[in-house]
């Protein structure tokens, strides 16, 4: 019998980030440097992304800007390091654009002349863009039939449906498409948890730092499903690099219970290289696509999915370059995605899976205790998972007429 234990208090990490915890100091140039060094190791292999010298030309601002003052005499705190930590707060406090403008004006009116803080939102994210890791459009037809992507990319209208690509407007010159669908590329994420010292050590910690303990399932690593793929994949599993993802998504109405109607799915990536205080905080999780539209994409979910898909296949047969700040070597990485995490709806919509009537349980789909209960359908049976001695299976009369052997 598997029990979770959360605790891990004796745990090396977890004591170390306790003993760091409440510390306050700028480490915004000192990531920019891993990251930088990162992109070098990176451009000195011999099928190096062609990209790799454009990302040092962004580097080489943005460590421009940590080393760039607040206001002239002041060098505790970088411009680099303080719009960071403000965009955070705006983030964290879901301050409108209005009042983080106004909030910047206050800066300038208080902090000395000649100040270096930005006066709007858009100049705060026209410093902060060479950063990376932003999101890919990707038009969609408006019935959710395919995506215009790869060959279909020039088409203006659906394959399927004859649907046009565009909205009709006769005022404007801009062509405006009528679904879009917002892909966040995995593999720069994961290169970029390697780039630090502090995560590719926590990367490496379910198996150089994880307490072996029988019966107890304190990690995923401690699970079946864990311990079957390394024994089919032993060369995978024998660097601890290597990373191991869930996929979660569910749909939900941004406007809470307003009559608008309008529906966001997020697809979320959780990878389990972390221990769990980690790896299940929302600073790790990884939004990979964002399907945005007026309803659902229901079980045509499946159309917005092949550019994840594509992907993870070729981090999986493949692999990518990527440097670790620890060996300060690069190493190939690999991804698995071991599960999904969903309701019982959004199950049916990834997998295909009919979830209502007589043969929705996946587990008993060839023989199904399901029966019509006047309008709804029931699952009867569930006495078998009672004691074999309960008086309740004898009992046919209270329940559909039958003892329970």
Known sequence: MNYWDLDNDNDDLGEEEEN???EEYDEVGEMLGEMYEGTNAE???EDHDPNVGMEECFFVRLLREAQR????????????????????LKELNKWSNKSFEMTLQLFKEVLPKHSTIPNSPYEVKKILRDLGLGYVYIDACKNDCVLFWKELSERNTCPICEEPRWKIDDNKSKWVP????????????LKRLFMSKQTTLAMRWHKEKRKEESNILSHPANGEAWKHLDLLYPDFAQDSRNVRLALATDGFNPFGNMSTSYSMWPVILVQYNMPLWKCMKEPFFMMSLLILGPRAPGKDIDTYLPPLIDELNELWTHGVQTYDAVTKENFQMKVVLLWTINDFPAYGNLSGWITKRYKA?????DDP???LLRRKIGYLCSRQFLPPNHRWRRNANAFDGK???
Do not use: A, M
Request: include cysteine.
């Open 361 to 365: 349980c996946p587990i008993c789909y």
């Open 403 to 405: 003892v329970e052997k």
């Open 20 to 22: 760091n915890e409440g």
């Open 178 to 189: 009528h679904k879009i669908l917002r892909y966040f590329p995995l593999t720069p994420r």
């Open 369 to 371: 205790p399901s029966r």
């Open 69 to 88: 003052e607040l206001y002239p005499g002041w060098q505790d705190v970088s411009l680099l390091s303080f719009l960071v930590k403000i965009l955070h």
């Open 43 to 45: 451009g000195q292999t």
